[in-house]
């Protein structure tokens, strides 16, 4: 978001960009986290994300921004993928959903991606104020 928006050129490494992401929005992370605290679980591993339902590609995410912002995202593509990348990752949220029935994902992807332009855009706004 911030290289679309201060139109600035973003490097793509490998897989043609379409490797797929989860993206979970803070206010979710803190959620659950305060669901945790309520109800601990000694010894127990979660995985957190935002979940297939929140999941994207990098290129998928570039039409989205360029959506929201109406500013095409530069960038380059490194036909070589980051050591230890993988091309598809998302959260299985079942076994953290079962154990916190009271939390869930709130905020969805597009929303996300808005709430994060807005912030932005008003810190661009401020540095260009000073």
Same mark, same amino acid.
């Given at each position: 978001?911030?290289?679309?928006?201060?139109? +600035?050129? =973003?490097?793509?490494? $490998?897989?043609?960009?379409? %490797?797929?992401?989860?993206? /979970?929005?803070? *206010?979710?992370? @803190?959620?659950?986290? &305060?669901?945790?605290?309520? &109800?601990?679980? !000694?010894? *127990?591993? =979660?995985?957190? $994300?935002?979940?297939?339902?929140?999941?994207?590609?990098?290129?998928?995410?570039?039409?989205?921004?360029? !959506? /929201?912002? $109406?500013?095409? %995202?530069?960038?380059?593509?490194?036909?070589?993928?980051?050591?230890?990348?993988? /091309?598809? =990752? =998302?959260?299985?949220?079942? +076994?953290?959903?079962? &154990?916190?029935?009271?939390? $869930? /994902?709130?905020?969805?992807?597009?929303?996300?991606?808005? *709430?994060?332009?807005?912030?932005?855009?008003?810190?661009? @706004?401020?540095?260009?104020?000073?």
């Amino acid at each position: 978001m911030r290289c679309n928006l201060e139109e +600035k050129e =973003y490097t793509v490494f $490998g897989y043609k960009g379409k %490797q797929v992401r989860d993206n /979970i929005h803070s *206010e979710d992370v @803190a959620n659950m986290i &305060h669901e945790f605290y309520l &109800h601990p679980r !000694q010894g *127990e591993v =979660y995985n957190l $994300g935002g979940g297939k339902g929140n999941s994207c590609s990098i290129l998928e995410t570039f039409k989205m921004v360029e !959506q /929201i912002t $109406g500013k095409k %995202q530069r960038f380059t593509y490194v036909d070589r993928n980051r050591i230890g990348d993988h /091309i598809c =990752y =998302y959260s299985d949220l079942s +076994k953290l959903q079962s &154990h916190f029935p009271a939390w $869930g /994902i709130t905020k969805s992807l597009p929303v996300t991606l808005v *709430e994060i332009t807005e912030s932005w855009m008003a810190r661009l @706004a401020v540095r260009s104020t000073a």
